[in-house]
């Protein structure tokens, strides 16, 4: 049985840093490109980092660029979201995603989260950032 367990998340105030993890059991991590998306109230979701099967290769929307990165350990089946600066735009709630995907090239990741075609997902942590 998949399980994908997130956590970091928590209420900071604007311009502050978080750190998410999510571990992943149930499936051979190395072999699985992994992404984070987000949710806000009233909002669709929202795709904004992937990371390829060995972690040299990620995307992430202009929306999170430069203040968010996805990073992950394979021996520890984790990964995790930096984010910095966070703004009140960015609460949400955060999950993390698991896709069977040997893929490297950054158009293939673009797509892959755009499509958000990712098989295993997590429940979730909520990130509020107050102004």
């Known amino acids: 049985q998949v399980h994908l367990v997130e956590s970091g998340g928590g209420l900071v105030q604007a311009g502050e840093s978080l750190r998410l993890s999510c571990i992943v059991s149930?499936?051979?991590?190395?072999?699985?490109?992994m992404a984070w998306y987000r949710q806000a109230p009233g909002k669709e979701r929202e795709g904004i980092a992937v990371?390829?099967?060995?972690?040299?290769?990620?995307y992430y929307p202009d929306s999170v660029n430069g203040r968010f990165t996805i990073s992950r350990d394979n021996p520890k089946n984790t990964v995790y979201l930096q984010m910095n600066n966070l703004q009140p735009e960015d609460t949400a709630m955060y999950f993390c995603?698991?896709?069977?995907?040997?893929?490297?090239?950054?158009?293939?990741?673009?797509?892959?989260?755009?499509?958000?075609?990712?098989?295993?997902w997590g429940q979730g942590t909520q990130v509020t950032v107050s102004s």
């Open positions: 149930g499936l051979t991590f190395g072999d699985h490109a």
């Open positions: 995603a698991a896709e069977l995907a040997g893929g490297n090239r950054v158009e293939y990741l673009r797509r892959l989260l755009i499509t958000e075609d990712f098989t295993y």
């Open positions: 990371i390829n099967w060995s972690g040299d290769s990620t």
